[in-house]
């Protein structure tokens, strides 16, 4: 069994920055694809970034070049830095994984462990 819980979360002005952060508890694989998704208030759970076990990485097109997802450890922390936040970006953030050996998409039906959530809100 694994456990995920994340931190970081909190409150900004547009065109700030926060890192979100992610550790994991438990049995993780030798393969592995972690990932953020995000949840807005009357919106669907959408990909945001996922990162596999050769440190490929996939972004939502939304926020490519602003965000970056990283992790170290073999998994035991994932991490999302946040740069120019926008308003549109506030939203409650989850990391999941899955363990197969690549990120073939930000499909979150593809991610059965799933943390808590961690609140993002970016005001204008």
């Known amino acids: 069994q694994v456990q995920l819980v994340e931190s970081g979360g909190g409150s900004v002005q547009a065109g700030g920055s926060l890192r979100l952060s992610c550790a994991t508890y438990g049995y993780i694989p030798s393969s592995f694809c972690v990932g953020w998704f995000r949840q807005a208030p009357g919106k669907e759970r959408e990909g945001v970034a996922a990162?596999?076990?050769?440190?490929?990485?996939k972004y939502a097109d939304s926020v490519k070049g602003r965000f970056t997802i990283s992790q170290d450890n073999a998994a035991k922390n994932l991490y999302l830095q946040m740069d120019s936040l926008k308003p549109e970006d506030t939203a409650m953030y989850y990391c999941a994984t899955h363990w197969r050996w690549s990120c073939s998409s930000l499909n979150r039906n593809e991610f059965p462990y799933w943390g808590q959530g961690t609140q993002v809100t970016v005001s204008s």
């Open positions: 990162i596999d076990t050769d440190g490929n990485t």
